[in-house]
């Protein structure tokens, strides 16, 4: 009776064994499978986003709030407003909010574009969200915002892409 427990485990590591090997053999030679298993544990490479080409894919968990002459190819999930705050003042505002949170890393900065990216991990599910926000120097001291958030995996939650864009549009356009 012994020797069959041991066999069973002999085998059951020997095929273990091989499937490590056949999924070692998959991802050398299906870079797509390797692409996808990064984005499911949060190590994607994602070029640069480009509001005015962005196209929204609506079966995603999303939210988008953008100027219609920004996002020509993208319709927002609600209108864009002008803030009488100095593109300045916000941006200063978004990197000390992105500064003071753990949970909130910055991802990317085009300084030409005044674009930022940041990526959020909820504090339950720690799964990676992105936020990209771009602040729009309309003259006179005031500012429009072009903001897209979306999950990386399914939150399970409805809704929490805008209520994400809410409380960052909060925190970046109160009075002083």
């Given at each position: 009776?012994?020797n069959?427990?041991?066999?069973?485990?002999?085998?059951g590591?020997?095929?273990?064994?091989?499937?490590?090997?056949?999924?070692?053999?998959?991802?050398?030679?299906?870079?797509?499978?390797?692409?996808?298993?990064?984005?499911?544990?949060?190590?994607?490479?994602?070029?640069?986003?480009?509001?005015?080409?962005?196209?929204?894919?609506?079966?995603?968990?999303?939210?988008?709030?953008?100027?219609?002459?920004?996002?020509?190819?993208?319709?927002?999930?609600?209108?864009?407003?002008?803030?009488?705050?100095?593109?300045?003042?916000?941006?200063?505002?978004?990197?000390?909010?992105?500064?003071?949170?753990p949970?909130?890393?910055?991802?990317?900065?085009?300084?030409?574009?005044?674009?930022?990216?940041?990526?959020?991990?909820?504090?339950?599910?720690?799964?990676?969200?992105?936020?990209?926000?771009?602040?729009?120097?309309?003259?006179?001291?005031?500012?429009?915002?072009?903001?897209?958030?979306?999950?990386?995996?399914?939150?399970?939650?409805?809704?929490?892409?805008?209520?994400?864009?809410?409380?960052?549009?909060?925190?970046?356009?109160?009075?002083?």
């Amino acid at each position: 009776m012994g020797n069959s427990k041991l066999d069973r485990f002999v085998y059951g590591i020997l095929g273990l064994s091989v499937l490590v090997m056949l999924a070692g053999v998959l991802l050398t030679f299906n870079p797509s499978l390797t692409d996808k298993l990064k984005g499911v544990f949060g190590v994607t490479e994602m070029g640069e986003l480009d509001f005015e080409t962005l196209v929204v894919d609506s079966t995603q968990d999303n939210y988008l709030l953008c100027p219609e002459d920004i996002c020509l190819s993208a319709t927002s999930n609600e209108p864009a407003n002008v803030y009488r705050i100095k593109p300045s003042l916000i941006r200063q505002r978004l990197l000390a909010y992105a500064d003071s949170r753990p949970n909130i890393k910055l991802r990317n900065i085009d300084m030409d574009l005044q674009q930022f990216e940041f990526t959020e991990q909820s504090p339950n599910m720690r799964l990676p969200d992105i936020i990209t926000i771009r602040i729009i120097d309309i003259g006179g001291d005031s500012s429009m915002l072009a903001i897209y958030s979306r999950s990386v995996l399914d939150s399970g939650r409805p809704g929490t892409n805008e209520e994400r864009v809410c409380r960052w549009l909060d925190i970046l356009t109160r009075s002083s």
